[in-house]
């Protein structure tokens, strides 16, 4: 079994979106130019840190993560993000956590039939149901 690896560029990225979005949403709802850069000034901290980051390890975390480390990547976003809006606020924290949950299941229940079919015993248990019906064809059902 592989070692597992964690989720430290994994939490970079999702604060990191979620900083974003706290600056668009205060960018966009108006005010002055000063206001606006100062709000722009605030993701300067998540971009520093993006200076850590590692894409590569990305991919390899993001497909080894456990429910707990889903559960922490839902909060640290949920805690960083702040939308003026908390009917939308409210939404986006219910998606993700939503994606983070059932769509990682459904991920790694595709990859488990895809690691099955490339094994060749699915496809080949497939071919010889296919000619076993070719040489015994069924019945057809008779009318009503």
């Not at 900083?19 to 000063?34: H, P, T």
């Not at 003026?84 to 986006?92: G, K, M, P, R, S």
């Amino acid at each position: 079994m592989s070692e597992k690896k964690g989720i430290e560029s994994t939490k970079l990225v999702v604060l990191f979106a979620a900083e974003a979005a706290n600056v668009g949403d205060e960018v966009f709802r108006g005010g002055s130019i000063i206001k606006k850069i100062g709000a722009a000034g605030k993701l300067l901290d998540e971009v520093i840190a993006l200076k850590d980051f590692k894409p590569e390890e990305l991919r390899l975390e993001f497909s080894d993560l456990d429910a707990e480390e889903r559960k922490e990547l839902v909060k640290v976003f949920s805690d960083k993000f702040d939308l003026q809006n908390d009917f939308a606020e409210l939404l986006v924290e219910r998606s993700l956590d939503l994606v983070m949950n059932e769509g990682l299941i459904f991920a790694k229940k595709a990859k488990a039939i895809a690691d099955i079919l490339k094994d060749g015993k699915a496809v080949t248990l497939a071919k010889e149901e296919i000619a076993k019906e070719a040489k015994e064809p069924k019945a057809p059902a008779e009318p009503k």
